[in-house]
């Protein structure tokens, strides 16, 4: 079975340009979480899908991140314009329950120049 | 003060010895805890969860919790080089996210 995957592993951009990161998680997890670890930092908490609901988006940083789950399945972060504050790894995360074992990706490193 | 806090290491130990890793958190609502071995570049992997007090073994893992103290704690026996690795803490809110510590870097020198 395939586990958590994201796209791109890596990006560099500028000051000002739009990323759009992915999440494909495991088949049939309703649960689907994005976090973020800034360098030297813990992961943070950004926000809590359920099916293609937000359930908590109580981490987001700002209106420059935008998240979706189109029809509960895969979902998008997209951070418009990217600052340099926001560099770091954006892991996305499911689960099939509400258990608390979540199942991480890879993570999508986020250079922001 | 941070949610959940851990030693960053590094942490060494020799092939063979236990190995203790230690984690304390702020708050006192917390019901669940959890333990993720990541390696380097690597997604983090769980590998043990609680949620009574007292202790929890699976195989050469044994994860402890003390509610009055605030305090979780993984000890791994029998260490070996294949358990070097970032162990991240993390505490569940009620609000189902997981709040996480720096996490401790591990090093079992053969």
């Known amino acids: 079975e395939a586990g958590v995957t994201q796209f791109p592993s890596h990006s560099v951009i500028e000051k000002g340009q739009t990323v759009t990161l992915r999440c494909d998680p495991i088949?049939?997890?309703?649960?689907l979480y994005w976090y973020r670890r800034v360098m030297g930092k813990e992961i943070k908490f950004l926000l809590h899908?359920?099916?293609?609901?937000?359930?908590?988006e109580s981490g987001m940083p700002n209106n420059r991140f935008l998240a979706e789950r189109t029809g509960g399945t895969y979902s998008t972060l997209k951070v418009q314009p990217a600052e340099l504050e926001d560099s770091g790894v954006y892991f996305c995360?499911?689960?099939?329950?509400?258990?608390?074992?979540?199942?991480f990706g890879e993570g999508s490193r986020l250079t922001v120049l | 003060q941070k949610e959940v806090e851990q030693n960053s290491g590094p942490l060494s130990v020799p092939e063979g010895a236990i190995a203790s890793l230690n984690c304390t958190y702020s708050?006192?609502?917390?019901?669940?805890f959890f333990w993720y071995r990541q390696y380097s570049g690597k997604s983090p992997e769980l590998i043990m969860f609680?949620?009574?007090?007292g202790d929890k073994e699976d195989g050469r893992f044994t994860a402890q919790l003390n509610k009055a103290s605030q305090y979780v704690s993984l000890l791994i026996r029998d260490s070996q080089p294949s358990d070097s690795a970032t162990y991240l803490c993390?505490?569940?809110?009620?609000?189902?996210?997981?709040?996480f510590g720096t996490g401790t870097r591990l090093t079992v020198i053969p």
């Open positions: 609680i949620y009574s007090n």
């Open positions: 088949s049939g997890h309703d649960n």
């Open positions: 708050d006192r609502g917390s019901q669940s």
């Open positions: 995360a499911s689960s099939y329950d509400l258990s608390g074992e979540l199942f």
């Open positions: 993390a505490a569940e809110t009620g609000a189902n996210n997981l709040f």
């Open positions: 899908f359920v099916k293609e609901s937000k359930q908590d």
